[in-house]
């Protein structure tokens, strides 16, 4: 049974850092792309950054970039997103997303992040 298990949320202070983690089981981790979404209220979930299995040519939305950074552990089947200098406007909730070499789906339940004084 794939499962893809979110942690790291909660709530920062502007200016502020935090690591979401997601772990993955029932599926092989390392052949999969992983990637970072993010839904707020009132909006479309979106696109935060892709790594391919191979680790290369990692992408990021134009939002989050210089900011945000996307790593993962093959060995732990986890991808980390490591967020700094979060705005309020990162407000959100985020998922990750397991994609196979056949486009097949999988996405996590999600994490709420809030940025807030």
């Known amino acids: 049974q794939v499962q893809l298990v979110e942690s790291g949320g909660g709530l920062v202070q502007p200016g502020g850092s935090l690591r979401l983690s997601c772990a993955a089981s029932?599926?092989?981790?390392?052949?999969?792309?992983m990637s970072w979404y993010r839904q707020a209220p009132g909006k479309e979930r979106e696109l935060v950054a892709t790594?391919?299995?191979?680790?290369?040519?990692?992408n990021y939305a134009d939002f989050v970039r210089g900011r945000f950074t996307i790593s993962r552990d093959n060995a732990k089947a986890t991808v980390y997103l490591q967020m700094i200098s979060l705005k309020p406007e990162d407000t959100a909730v985020y998922y990750c997303?397991?994609?196979?070499?056949?486009?097949?789906?999988?996405w996590g339940q999600g994490t709420q992040v809030t940025v807030s004084s």
């Open positions: 029932g599926f092989t981790f390392s052949a999969y792309t």
């Open positions: 790594m391919p299995s191979t680790g290369n040519y990692i």
């Open positions: 997303k397991a994609t196979s070499w056949t486009s097949a789906n999988y």
